[in-house]
């Protein structure tokens, strides 16, 4: 098996878990099912997928038709952790597939106000 198919060193394949949202399974009734999980870990198996994937879908496609506002679950900011050199990297796929900052925000859990400083941040240093 591809070891970027498998989430950290937890042994869980991405596959198993993008089958179980297939089902409609929702990121608690994964998270029972494998406790080692973080919220994170299931972040970045949809970062993988969406690399692997969807590079060429645009925001609209993605969130534009399936996404409701007003019934969206509340959104856990992370904004109070250091940036991981993970992070960094999932920021710059992201800016490169040209997801805008609110779409970025939502999938990497942190503020808009906390990726553009990112973003900013990354800039200056790489000139």
Same mark, same amino acid.
């Given at each position: ?27 608690? =009734?994964?998270? #029972? ?6 919220? *994170?870990?299931?972040? /970045? @198996?949809? &970062?993988?997928? +969406? ?35 993970? =992070?960094?990297? #999932? ?6 597939? *040209?997801?805008?900052? /609110? @779409?970025? &925000?939502?999938? +990497? ?19």
């Amino acid at each position: 098996m591809e070891s970027w198919l498998r989430i950290r060193n937890t042994g869980v394949n991405i596959l198993e878990i993008l089958e179980l949202v297939s089902k409609g399974c929702s990121c608690p =009734e994964i998270q #029972e099912r494998y406790p080692n999980l973080s919220h *994170r870990d299931l972040a /970045r @198996a949809a &970062a993988v997928v +969406l690399d692997h994937v969807v590079s060429h879908i645009s925001v609209d496609i993605l969130f534009g038709a399936t996404v409701n506002p007003s019934s969206a679950r509340p959104v856990c900011l992370h904004d109070d952790t250091p940036w991981t050199d993970d =992070e960094d990297e #999932e920021l710059r796929r992201l800016v490169r597939y *040209r997801f805008d900052q /609110r @779409a970025i &925000a939502r999938l +990497l859990r942190r503020s808009e106000r906390a990726v553009t400083a990112r973003l900013e941040q990354i800039r200056s240093s790489n000139p």
